[in-house]
Every structure is written in structure tokens, then in C-alpha cells.
């Protein structure tokens, strides 16, 4: 395929997921996921998402997407905290200073971010149909021509995954920008995923940034970059080149993480009892992916908010028994050790995916 950053056709394709479903709302139609790299401007995207069934699909599931709803409001976890300290250095609290958060979701973040700037002016933008929001938002995808007013401050958390061709999505951006202004930027980190072997290549994520590619693709002047589990990182309105030195072989990366899922995925025929933890969105993925290796053994799952399996019809238990296999249905690490420290049970396995099986 063609990259859509930088159009070269020297592409290659580096990890796949056969008929993975697009999540909770949407768990009947399922996608054949592919993901590239393209050696020219090391770009690495979803090429299956450059469909128009994709687009129909994918429009479907944004506008029913309420996993936030199973979180208390505001959602003071640990990275809305963080992304909080992260920005405040470069907020005034004055009545003429506005801030637009672009995938605001529900909005917590901007709910906190307002208890501390009183004085700011705040708005969000999010395509999902809540029912009831408490902070002024436009019920919309973005478009630079919905707004008739310019911009301090320009967030995006873990939206820029989402956006297709994400280049425009960002030259689009400077039409709302005043004078000065800044883009805060917050996504998963590739590197951080493939090392920690974290299964973040889902049917709603088509862009996978690491530093360089993110850096790269906004050209502007870099405030301030935290180069963790998450990329944090802050953009003045001013265009910079940006020019990277490192050298990094995604290729062999990709290897060893598709490896050691065949590996773990494998292990599985050797327990007679499964018990998934979570029954939300990665429960659904992985469930899917593992379901060949689960015929013939007993499966249940427990979760500490949902009485019925929706998604798959499993009974629910109260008890962990000898010898069971307990997967930890979370892409986040901090989640999974949460959900491992309220395990009590001995003699049993617990699956982090997609790093590891330990025995307890």
C-alpha cells in the first residue's frame, strides 16, 4: 500500500490479526488487520483501515463509544493527573485564554483540567453520543470548520491513533490556532508497546507513534517530550524541522512480538480451566484470538463490575481453583498489577498479555 504520510510505495507489512472484532458495540463484524511500515519515512500505520467499509464500520462503533461510562466523574487516574502536571506550566488562567480538546470523550479531563484554571475558557469536540455531559462539547467529528473562534491550547489524548491521513488532520489544526499557541500530544508508545509486548494494534488504533515518527510528522517546535509508556509531548505553532539520527529495527522488533505470542497463545492447550479477568474490550480481542486454543477446557470469567458475559456466553465464578489459568484481559500494565494483586489464590497461572505466564 501507499503510505499515506509520505506516499512512497516501499511499504512492507509486519504484523497481522485475522478476523479480529471491532469491540463491545460492533463485536459481529470483525476486520483482517494488517499493519505496515514504510521504510522511507518510517511511518507506521493500519493499511486494512483504508477501506470504505472500514469508515462505515468504524463511524458506527465512535458513536457508541462509552467504555468511559464504567469509571466514576471525573476519572482521576494517574495519567489524567499526569497530563494535567504535564500542561499546567503553559496555561494562564485568564478569561481570554481558550482551550480545545479534540476526542474529549466525556470529559473528564477537561472537567479537572477547569477545576484548576477557573477563568479559561474550555471546549471539547467528540463524535460519541453521551447522554449527559459536563462541560460545553460539540457532538461531532472534528472539522476546522466548526469553530468560529481561535485556540490557546489544542489537546489530543489518545485521539491522533485514531485519525486516518493524520498529516491533513494536522495541517488542519493551524487553521484554529492563535498566535503562539500550543498542541498537546498523548499517545501509546510503540516502542514501550513492543518491548513490553502490549497488544496496542486494535481495529480503532490505524497510526503507531514513537518519538521520531511523532516529532516528524508535526514539524513544529518541540516544548517538552516524555518519551515513557505514553508519549507526552507539548508543540509550539512554530514550523521546525525535525531530524532524527536514531536508528531503530521495528523489523526485528515486530519478530520478536509476534514470537512470543505464538508462544503464550500455545501454552494455553496445556491448563483445563481458563478464567479471564475483565469482560470489556480486550477481553473481546483476545478471546477471539485465543478461541481455537480453547476447545474442550472449561471457561469462566470474573470481573469486579459486570454479572453477565454479553459477549461470549461465559459463566461467571467466584472461585479460582488449583491449577488455573487466569488472563488478565487489560492492555494496561498498571491495571494488570492491579488486578494481580487481587488474586489470592496459590497453585494457579496468570497470563499477562502479552509479556508472560507466571505461576503463583
Known amino acids: 500500500m501507499i503510505c499515506p504520510n509520505c506516499n512512497s510505495t516501499k511499504t512492507i507489512t509486519i504484523y497481522k490479526n485475522k478476523k479480529m472484532p471491532y469491540g463491545l458495540n460492533l463485536k459481529e463484524k470483525t476486520i ?4 505496515e511500515y514504510c521504510q522511507e519515512c518510517k511511518f507506521i500505520f493500519q493499511s486494512s483501515a483504508y477501506t470504505n467499509n472500514y469508515n462505515k ?4 462503533l465512535y458513536k457508541s463509544y462509552t467504555i468511559s461510562n464504567m469509571y466514576n466523574f471525573p476519572n482521576t487516574s494517574q495519567t489524567n493527573i499526569k497530563a494535567l502536571k504535564f500542561i499546567s506550566p ?4 485568564e478569561i481570554n485564554f481558550n482551550i480545545l480538546e479534540i476526542g474529549s470523550n466525556r470529559g473528564d479531563f477537561l472537567y479537572l483540567l477547569k477545576q484548576k484554571f477557573t477563568k479559561v475558557n474550555i471546549l471539547g469536540c467528540e463524535p460519541t453520543e453521551f447522554k449527559e455531559l459536563k462541560v460545553p462539547t460539540i457532538n461531532s467529528f472534528f472539522n476546522k470548520n466548526l469553530f468560529n473562534t481561535k485556540f490557546d491550547l489544542i489537546i489530543l489524548r489518545h485521539t491522533l ?17 492563535k498566535n503562539n499557541s500550543h498542541v498537546f500530544i498523548e499517545v501509546p508508545n510503540l516502542i514501550y508497546s513492543l518491548n513490553n509486548f502490549i497488544e496496542d494494534f486494535t481495529p480503532d488504533h490505524v497510526n503507531y507513534f514513537y518519538k521520531d515518527s511523532l516529532c516528524k510528522l508535526f514539524n513544529k517546535k518541540i516544548i517538552k517530550i516524555d518519551d ?5 509531548a507539548l508543540f509550539s505553532n512554530e514550523d521546525k524541522k525535525y531530524e532524527s539520527t536514531s536508528k531503530i ?3 526485528e522488533l515486530f519478530i520478536n512480538f509476534n514470537k512470543n505470542i505464538e508462544t503464550l497463545t500455545n501454552n494455553i492447550t496445556s491448563y483445563n480451566r481458563v478464567i479471564f479477568y475483565g469482560i470489556s474490550n480486550f477481553y473481546l480481542w483476545i478471546y477471539s484470538r485465543l478461541q481455537n486454543n480453547l476447545k474442550n477446557k472449561e471457561c469462566f ?3 469486579d463490575y459486570i454479572k453477565d458475559d454479553n459477549l461470549n456466553n461465559l ?7 488449583e491449577g488455573d489459568l487466569v488472563i488478565l484481559c487489560s492492555s494496561n500494565k498498571d491495571i494488570q498489577n492491579k488486578m494481580f494483586n487481587k488474586i489470592e489464590e496459590k497453585n494457579i497461572s496468570v497470563f499477562f498479555p502479552w509479556k508472560e505466564i507466571v505461576n503463583v
Not at 90 to 93: L, P
Not at 161 to 177: A, M, R, T
Open 32 to 35: 483482517d488487520i494488517e499493519v
Open 249 to 251: 529495527g521495528f523489523e
Open 301 to 303: 470469567f470474573i470481573d
Open 228 to 232: 515513557e509508556e505514553y508519549l507526552y
Open 315 to 321: 459463566p461467571k465464578t467466584s472461585q479460582i481453583k
Open 90 to 93: 503553559y496555561i494562564k488562567d
Open 161 to 177: 491513533e485514531h485519525i486516518k491521513n493524520p498529516d491533513i488532520f494536522i495541517k488542519d489544526l493551524e487553521f484554529i490556532q
Open 57 to 60: 464500520n468504524i463511524l458506527e
